[in-house]
């Protein structure tokens, strides 16, 4: 039985970073779960559902270790996970009824989904010396990224790019607070935990407040012309027709 678990055990290997193995298996087949019945609800044939959830489990963290270039690719370095999520698809294909009556359910396995994939992210950039900035931007794409290629290869606008509650906002939040707290010199797994809490908050908060990223936002291009024009009007007065009192008068002559 030792033997199993060695064996196991040297199959599953972490992404990078802090996250423990576990939480980079969970976080792909919760994705796998949610791209299967994305592509069921948009009644996609059995190669489409495989396509669909191997593109959300793994689109974001293909283009990660892309990013970072000499890591190593994820995708490439764990079959069985593979054909787990597979596996996975065919279930989902053939049993999507047993997951239409769990709404709340899945909408709670996606965010989870999104914030483990935030803290691989972030976890893996700042552990390659991305830096701060480089390191959020991560955790933001690995949360998100799965989704929008998803989205992209069934001819659909990406969820992140549309007025809705907190998505993308929610990643760039928890990979934000992960790497603050790491930064800061505190327990990796604290900044962790952080993450998926912030993930879960602002997503949750999004929705019970209704929050939404507008699509029609206020021209402020008036407002901040406005001293412009004003400034302008003097500078041609002072310097190119004279006073009020001189414009009044060649206005009367006219």
């Given at each position: ?5 060695v ?25 796998v ?7 069921c ?9 495989i ?15 892309f ?36 709404p709340?359910?899945i ?29 959020v931007?991560?955790g933001?794409?690995?949360g ?37 707290i ?16 912030a ?15 507008g699509d ?12 412009f ?11 190119l ?14």
């Open positions: 039985m030792d033997d199993v678990f064996w196991f055990a040297e199959r599953i290997t972490a992404s990078g970073g802090v996250v423990p193995a576990f939480i980079d298996y969970f976080a792909v087949v919760v994705g779960v949610t791209g299967a019945m994305f592509a609800d948009r009644k996609l044939d059995i190669v489409g559902v396509a669909c959830g191997l593109l959300t489990a793994y689109g974001g963290g293909i283009l990660r270790d990013l970072l270039q000499d890591e190593g690719v994820y995708f490439m370095a764990h079959p069985y996970l593979f054909l787990l999520c597979v596996a996975l698809c065919f279930f989902v294909f053939h049993f999507r009824g047993i997951f239409r009556h769990l709340s359910t909408f709670l396995c996606d965010t989870l989904s999104v914030a483990l994939y935030a803290v691989a992210g972030a976890s893996k950039g700042f552990d390659c010396g991305s830096g701060f900035v480089m390191s931007v991560l933001t794409v690995v998100v990224g799965g989704g929008a290629i998803r989205d992209s290869f069934v001819g659909e606008v990406p969820g992140i790019f549309k007025s809705s509650n907190y998505y993308a906002v929610a990643a760039f939040g928890g990979s934000l607070v992960y790497v603050s790491v930064a800061w010199g505190i327990e990796p797994a604290v900044g962790a935990f952080a993450c998926v809490a993930v879960l908050a602002l997503r949750y908060a999004s929705v019970y407040f209704d929050w939404r990223t029609d936002p206020v021209d402020l291009t008036p407002h901040v012309s406005r001293p024009k004003r400034a302008a009007a003097l500078a041609r007065g002072l310097f027709g004279g006073g009020r009192k001189e414009r009044s008068r060649r206005a009367r002559r006219r």
